[in-house]
């Protein structure tokens, strides 16, 4: 088996400039926790939910919320995301690819074919299909 036929293709992305408020948005609607970044359909980085929490000021350091909203409108996810992050092929398998996820304790992988970014395979892809492993009967 491979990443191929469980990957994600409907890929929600980013652009270096967008805005970390714009991407806090894009994963809240779509409820996903990683971000590809692109540059057209090259792959330059990746930005999750955690990497924007990090970045993000606290309120509770009496931060006003204006000031907090423009921080955040400000910010491009460019300065915040992984460069280089680690990646698969379609032709990887299931067996390397979550082992990838494991031992580096990551969230996701995005999916290339040469520099361009052509789906995601994230943690919950391989928690589907231990799922569904473990109900077929």
Known sequence: MY?????????VSVQEDTSVKEA??????HRIRHLPVANGKTLVGL???????KASPSLLSGIDKNDYE???EDTPV????????FTVTEAT???DAISVLVEKKLGSLPVVDGTEIIGI?????A???LLSKLTAG
């Open 3 to 11: 990443v191929g036929e469980f990957m994600t293709r409907d890929l």
């Open 24 to 29: 806090m948005l894009l994963l809240r609607t």
């Open 47 to 53: 930005v999750s939910d955690r990497d924007i929490r």
């Open 70 to 72: 423009q921080v955040l």
């Open 78 to 85: 460019g300065r915040i995301m992984t460069r280089e992050p």
């Open 93 to 95: 398998s299931l067996v």
């Open 121 to 125: 395979f994230t943690d919950m892809d």
């Open 127 to 129: 928690l589907k299909i």
